[in-house]
C-alpha cells in the first residue's frame, strides 16, 4: 500500500534532530552589505539585531555566522516559495514541500541538518510567528516573499537567544526597511514538457509620511501551481520493486484477492474459481511530483516616531493557502469482511470454495446458496480479509485549505545614549481544514456486501446499492461506486500568544586594553501555544476510510513557557599586536514551562564563546552552548494511534516459520493465526502497521554543542574576496522519539535462536488476526509499537565554508557566491540497546530520520556578472554521491514490461553524485526589469532506485524527488516595473 497513508505516521521522521552552534563573524565576513532594492528604499539602519543575537550596537556586529541569501538571488532563481529558497542551501535537507505527495500536510517545513524540521525556529524579522501544526513548525508558505531582504539561515543552536525549538539553529527572514514607492513583479514559469505551469504575481506599495517619521508598507500576493504527475515521466510511470526490479506495486489490487485458508487467491472470470497469482496495482501513474498549490496573501507593516524617545511599530499578516495532493484510488486494504453465501454476485465456483473452507456439505452450501432472507435458518455468511482497489472511484485527494493570520504591535526607544528598550505583543492562529474525497468507506462495503439481491441491500440505508466486489476493473458501476463514497474531514487549529520585553546596549564603559564598550541584552518573555485537531466520525474510526493509513484522532493541549534571559559581548582587546580584536561572549536563559494537565519543567540553557583576530584579515572563533528542547504539543498529547511506518521484510513472512520452531511461536505470540503459518506476506508496497502516540511524562532533549572556525577577509592583495570555515559538533541525549523500524524489528529478530516467545519486545508487536500480516486494518492490526520515550541519542559533526568574491574584469562586474557543506556523521541511537546508525551519504528506510537523502558534500556556487544593466547568472548545484544502507538492493538488467526503463541495467544500491546548473539572464531598463531562467540546464534526469527502497515520502516516483530534479528542465519568465 505505497500510498494508502494520506497523513501516514512515519517511523522514519518521528525521531528527531540535534544541536548545532556557530558564532561571531562580521556580516559583511558573510556577504557584502545588502543594497536598496528600489530608488527610494534606505539600507538596513546602522544598529541591527544581527540574527543569533538580541545585542543592539553599531559597534558589535559580530554574531553567529549566517548563510545569508539576498532578495537579489532569489530574484535570479525565480523562486516562488520560501521553501524553494531553503532547499539550495547546503545543509539544509529537504522536508516536507512541494514534492512531497503522500504524506504532505498541506505545509511546507524547513530542516536544519536534515535532523527534525521541529528543532528549528522560523523567524520574521527576528520574531517568531504562529506555527502550523501541533509539533511547533512554521509554514513556510505563510513568508510574504515579495518584501523579503534577505534570509538568514543560522545552522547553530540558538536556544539562549530564541528559546526551545532552535537546537538546529533559526532560519530568519528579513524584510525590507522603509519601502517607498511601488514595486510590481509577475512570473511565470514551465517544465519543457509543458506540465506544471506556475504562476506568480506582487504588488508592493509604500509610503514615508510626516516628514520622514512615519512609513506604511502593503504587499499583496497571489500564486498558483499546477501539478506535475508521475505517469507523465518515463522514468516514473511504472513502479519499480527496489529488490527485485521489476514492475510492481501494490497488493491491494484489482481484481480483488480474497484470502481462504491463509492464502490470498483472486478468481479466474473464465471459471469462477479462486486462484493463486495475481498483478500488483501500479500506482505511480496517479501520484505526482509537484503539488498544486494557491495561495492569497497580505502582508502589512508601519512604523513611527511618536516622539524622540518613542517609535510604534507593527505587522500584520494574513495568509490563506490551497495545497491538493492526489494518490491512487482507494480501496480494502486487508479488510476482514462479511459476505452472505446467496450474495448475488458471489461466483458459485468461489461460493463452492468457500463453502469447502467452512466446513460445510454440499447440501448445507447449496442451501446457503438459496438463502437470501437472514432469519432463513440456512442463511449463512463467512469471512474472508478483501484487498480490492476501487479504481471505479478515481483518485484520492485531498484538500488542505489554511487560514492563517499574525498580528503584531511594539513599542521601542531609548532609555539612555547607550541602552535601547523594545516591548512587544503578537498574536497568531492558523486553521487548516483537510477535506478528503474519493476515500470508499468500509462500513458501506460492508452494507453492499451482505445484499443477497441485485436490487437492494438488506439493511435499506437510503441509497445503499449491492456491490459487485467479484469481477475485475469495471464491475463496479457508477452507482455502486457512488454508495461508498463520502467526504471527510478533519482541522487543525494552533494559536500562539507571546510578549515581550528587551533591554540592549552597552554598559558605557570599556574594558582597559579595549575600544569597544561591553554591550549587553536582557529581557523576558512570556509564550503560551494552544493546538487542536478536530476530525469527524469518518475521519477518526480506525479503518472506516479505505487507504487513510490509520485514524486521524482528537487532541486538544495547551502549554505555556516564561523565560528571562541575558547576553554579554566583551571586548577584551583592541588594536594591539597580534590583537587586532580579542572579544569573548556569552549568555544564559532559564525557561519555566507549565503543560496543561501535565508536570511543571524548569530549564537552563547557556553559551560561551569568544573570537580573535591577530590581524584584521583573519579572525578565529569559537563557541560551547548548552540546550535543551521541550516536547511540542503532539509529543505531549498525541493518544496512541495505528499509522503506517515502512517496511519491506517482515520475518515472519514466507516459509521460514516452518522450519524453525522458535521463529513460529513468536509468530503465533504476535497474533498470529496458525493457518497464516507459512503463507504470511510482506507489508504490500513495503508499508507495515504501527502504534505510537505522546506521551504527557516526557523531559526535555539536552544537547551540547561546539565550534571552531575562522574567517579571511580584507586581503590587500585579494578585494573584495572573504572565506568563513566552520565545523560543528554536535551531541543531543534525552532525544524524543521512537525507534526506527528495523529497530523495533531487531530488538525481537535480531537472535530468531535465543528470542522467546515471551519477550515484551516480541509481544508488544501485534499482527493481524486473519492474515497473520503487518499489514492491514488499522481497526485489527496494530502492528510495531513506537512510543515515545527519552531514550534515543544524535550526533552529528561536519564543515560549513562560506565564499565570496566581487570584482571588475574590465567593464564587467563579477560576483562569486559559494557555499559548501561536508557532514561527517550523522548518527541516531534509538535506544540503549539499538544500533548506534550512521547515515550520511546512505538511504533507507532506517535511515529515514535525516528526512531526505543526507549527502556527505552539497555546495551551490554562484556566478554573477554585470554589464550596463545587464545581468548574466550562472548557479552551480552539487550533491555528492549516495549509497543504500544495507546494499542488498536490485542490480542487473530491468525486466521486460517495465516502460521505459526496460532492458537498462541498473544498480539501485548507489546514486553518483549529481550536478544541475541554472541559468539567468536580466534585463534591467530604466524602471522596469525582464528576467529569463532556465532550470537544470541540461535536464538531468533523477537517479533511479525503485519504490520501495526508503520513505513514503521521500521515496517516490522510483527516485527521491524532494533531492534530485524530477520535473526536468524548466523555463521562467518575470516582469518587475518599480516606480
Known sequence: MKTNNNAALKAGAAPFALALALISAPAFAQEAAPQADSATETNEPTAIVVTGSLIRNPNLIQATPVNVTTADQIALKQSNTAEEVLRQVPGIVPNIGSAVNNGATGSNYVDLRGL????????????RIVPA???????????????????????????????????????????????????????????????????????????????????????????????????????????????????GGSGTAVPARFSINGANRVIDPSTGLLKPGFTPFNFNPYNIFQTPFQRFNIFAQANYQLSDAVEVYTRGLFSKNTVKTIIAPSGLFAESMKIPFSNPYLPAGAAGQFCAANGLTDAECVAARAATDPTDPNYRTFNTVVRRRFVETGTRNSQ????????????????????????????????????????????????????????????GNDGCVPINLFGGAGSITPEQAAYTLSPSTSSNNTSLFQVRGLLSGDFGFTVPTASEPVGFAAGAEYRRYRAAQISDTLSKTPGELGGAGGAAPDIDGAYSVWESYGELVAPLVSDKPFFKSLTAEGGVRYSKYSVRGGPKTEAWTYKFGGSWEPTEQVKFRGNYSRAVRAPNIAELFTPNTVGLTNLAADPCAGAAPLTNANLRAICLAQGAPANSIGQILNPTAAQANITSGGNINLKPEKATTYTLGAVVQNLPFLPGFSVSVDYYNIKVTNQIGTPLPGDLIDACFGNVTAASATDTACTIIRRGPATGGLDGSPATTKGLFGGLTNQGKLFTDGIDVILNYQRPIGAVKWTLNAVANVTFHSKFKATATSIDRECVGLYSVNCSFTGSIQPRHTWSVQNTFSLKGMDLSLLWRHQSSARYEDGNAFKGTIPADSGALSGQTVDFNKIDAFDYLDVTTRFNIEQFTLTFTVQNLFNTKPPIVGNTIGSTSYNSGNTYPSSYDALGRRFAVGARVKF
Open 133 to 247: 501544526d501541533l509539533q511547533g513548525r512554521v509554514d513556510l508558505n505563510n513568508i510574504p516573499l515579495a518584501l523579503i531582504s534577505r534570509v538568514d539561515a543560522l545552522t547553530g543552536a540558538a536556544v539562549t537567544t530564541y528559546g526551545a525549538d532552535a537546537i538546529t539553529g533559526v532560519v530568519n527572514f528579513v524584510t525590507k526597511k522603509d519601502f517607498a514607492g511601488v514595486d510590481i513583479a509577475v512570473s511565470d514559469q514551465i517544465t519543457q514538457q509543458g506540465d506544471g505551469n506556475y504562476f506568480r504575481g506582487d504588488v508592493t506599495t509604500g509610503v514615508n509620511f510626516d516628514d520622514g517619521r512615519g512609513n506604511a508598507v502593503l504587499s499583496i500576493g497571489y500564486q498558483k501551481s499546477n501539478p506535475v504527475y508521475q505517469g507523465a515521466r518515463d522514468f516514473s510511470n511504472i513502479q519499480l520493486d527496489s529488490f527485485s526490479g521489476t514492475a
Open 116 to 127: 527534525g524540521s521541529n528543532r528549528n525556529i522560523v523567524l520574521l524579522d527576528g520574531q
Open 400 to 459: 488542505y485549505t489554511t487560514n492563517v493570520f499574525d498580528y503584531s504591535l511594539g513599542f521601542r526607544g531609548a532609555l539612555t545614549k547607550t541602552v535601547n528598550w523594545d516591548v512587544r505583543a503578537s498574536y497568531g492562529e492558523s486553521d487548516r481544514l483537510q477535506t478528503i474525497t474519493g476515500y470508499v468507506l468500509k462500513s458501506r462495503v460492508q452494507d453492499a456486501l451482505l445484499a443477497t439481491n441485485k436490487n437492494s441491500c438488506l439493511s
